[in-house]
């Protein structure tokens, strides 16, 4: 686990080299483009890198290493190109069996001055006009993903059509699948380009605020300071709203009976419309589709990721479960006005402990951070789930039109290629088409890709190990440590005690306050939420914001990584549910069935039984 530097005798997480490769993943590297994977000699060894299970839990088949790609280089740019933040650059990222793993790369302490006034221009103008240039953002996303909407792939047909000939267009139409291709990579580009736009200064916006109260509240906790933002209407709740509205109406309606096997789509629609109001029903079920189904309960990174709007059931199960419990008297909508009451309160207080003038600098920052504040989950619903779930329809149907050409089995096997291959294998589509042969495809992809699965099995049998190489001295990245938790001292706690103190306790960060005991539910799989029972305890590696009906279910959280910005620990606060987040190993080391005690105040959880 560890190694000592001679001349600071500081622990090491092991270096990729290290780690055992699964047994049949042998040639994984050959998978994924030729930068991505570590090679010998490139000093990554010396750098501290960590996996980022909160977003990629699973190994990625080839296609898929684009959402990352796209989104690390995204996230970097606005750091180092656009904002210019004073101590952080954006973060180095590379993939390890499967998995991809961070290191931030940070600004050398003599240049930081040099940014500060340009970083200064550029952040005021935003924060100036903040709403302005945000619904300008929401026209700009919104018209991008009209766009890839308006992409079609289709087989070529058995001739050009004749009234080509009279116009003189002299295309044969493989252009239409050709740059349909490239136009669907550079549209998802871009909305990840709009993506972090205003992400990095929403985090920004939050940890000037924080470091403020830090400095101003000498011993102030995370989670007061947390607290003094929450209670927001949120875009990324609205599907989950949708819902509750939906499973409120039909119980006030009275259509309980048509809610016994939802995985029945067609047959629960066809008996809600069959009772007295299941048409009023299933008009207001229509108008929350679009847009509020483009939602999944994956996170949007994969392929498999399934959508409300494509698998009905989901949306449909969850549904009938809101009624279960609203017709069972409980409550199913967020404490909102609870949560708003505590944040005026904890505001209150604090600001009354200032003068005058630290009272004007706390209103502005404190401000600042509750506007901002929502966009660090709003985006979420607009890129990950609405765009990357167009984006991957999209993928499936070009990945159809080389099904009917022969070049494989499975929509879904276009996966298995890099997106540079797929271009490679569209232009030799359209080459045995246009010269009347057999393509190549046919004969080469078939074997190649149940060669790439048996890999991909094998990675995805292994769980990542969550960090390697050497940590740095302090880690100044804001996205770092607001979302994945990946502080200074939580990196320092997890190298001294493998995250257990001597009592046996999981130490983690206090993300969401409260101290509960129940049943452990590890969950690895979104898949798998359906066992999750009422008042059990989620244990998993992250929750992904589309978990939202659940959390209404299940009494705390336990996360392996995320930060004090992470998904959990934001929709636990709004929940009012206890959260430790960035245990490190939570997931591997607590059993599903176990009676656990969940400490939200302390970020501490400790195995009582079992």
């Known amino acids: 686990m560890t190694s000592e530097s001679p001349a600071h005798a500081l622990k090491s997480f092991p270096s ?31 750098k501290f890198w960590f996996c980022d299970s909160q977003h990629w839990p699973t190994a990625y088949k080839p296609f898929e290493t684009i959402g990352g790609e796209f989104a ?58 903040w709403e302005r240039l945000l619904d300008d953002w929401r026209v700009k ?33 493989s252009e239409v699948l050709l740059e349909g291709y490239d136009r669907l990579i550079q549209l998802a580009y871009q909305n990840w380009q709009y993506h972090f736009e205003f992400l990095n200064l929403g985090y920004l916006a939050y940890l000037d605020f924080f470091n403020f109260a830090k400095e101003a509240f000498p011993g102030i906790p995370d989670q007061a300071i947390a607290k003094m933002v929450q209670g927001v209407d949120m875009e990324l709740f609205r599907p989950d709203d949708e819902l509750k509205t939906l499973a409120t109406l039909a119980s006030e309606l009275g259509l309980q009976s048509a809610f016994e096997n939802t995985d029945d789509v067609a047959g629960t629609l066809s008996a809600v419309g069959a009772l007295p109001g299941g048409e009023r029903w299933l008009a207001r079920y229509e108008e929350a589709q679009d847009p509020w189904f483009n939602f999944t309960v994956g996170n949007g990174f994969y392929g498999h990721d399934k959508y409300w709007n494509e698998y009905q059931e989901i949306p449909l199960g969850y549904i009938r479960d809101y009624m279960r419990r609203v017709d069972a008297g409980q409550t199913i909508l967020r404490p909102k006005e609870e949560l708003i009451a505590e944040r005026d309160r904890i505001i209150g207080e604090y600001r009354g402990m200032l003068d005058a003038d630290n009272a004007a600098v706390f209103d502005a920052k404190c401000g600042l951070a509750a506007t901002a504040y929502p966009y660090v989950e709003n985006h979420n619903f607009y890129i990950e789930h609405w765009t990357m779930g167009v984006f991957w329809r999209k993928v499936r149907e070009l990945g159809r039109v080389f099904v009917a050409a022969g070049f494989w089995d499975d929509e879904s096997d276009i996966l298995y290629l890099t997106r540079n291959e797929v271009r490679d294998a569209l232009f030799d589509y359209v080459t045995g088409w246009a010269v009347g042969c ?22 995805q049998g292994q769980r990542p190990q969550p960090a390697l190489g050497t940590p740095p001295a302090e880690i100044t990245e804001p996205f770092t440590q607001m979302l994945w938790g990946i ?24 993300a969401s306050p409260g101290l509960v005991e129940g049943r452990a539910r590890v969950v690895y799989h979104a898949d798998d939420l359906g066992e999750v029972q009422d008042g059990e305890i989620l244990v998993a590696t992250i929750t992904a914001p589309s978990w939202g009906p659940v959390f209404g279910k299940i009494k705390a959280t336990v996360t392996d990584i995320g930060g004090m910005m992470s998904h959990a620990a934001i929709v636990c606060r709004e929940y009012g549910l206890p959260a430790v987040t960035g245990t490190g190993n939570g997931s591997t080391s607590i059993r599903t069935g176990q009676l656990i005690r969940v400490d939200g105040n302390a970020g501490r959880v400790e195995v009582l039984e079992g």
């Open 16 to 46: 990729a080299a290290d780690i055992p490769v699964p047994e049949g993943a042998e040639g994984w590297e050959k998978l994924y483009p030729y930068y991505l994977p570590f090679r010998e000699g490139d000093g990554s060894e010396h």
């Open 487 to 510: 502080t200074t001292e939580q990196v320092q706690t997890w190298l001294e005690d493998d995250d257990a103190d001597d009592s046996g306790a999981i130490k983690g960060m206090a």
């Open 438 to 459: 057999d393509s190549v495809g046919p004969q080469y992809w078939p074997a190649e890709i149940a060669r790439r699965a048996k890999i991909v099995d094998a990675l």
């Open 141 to 173: 996303v919104r018209g991008t993903i009209a766009d890839m909407e308006a992409l079609s792939f289709a087989p070529l047909p058995d001739m050009v059509p004749f009234e080509d000939i009279e116009s003189g267009k002299a295309k044969d139409g």
């Open 72 to 129: 690390v280089k995204c996230l970097g740019q606005y750091n180092t190109r656009h904002l210019l933040i004073p101590p952080a650059n954006g973060i180095e990222f590379k993939v390890h069996l499967g998995y991809l793993y961070m290191s931030p790369v940070a600004v050398a302490p003599e240049d930081m001055a040099a940014r500060v006034p340009e970083f200064e221009r550029r952040v005021g103008h935003y924060f100036g006009n």
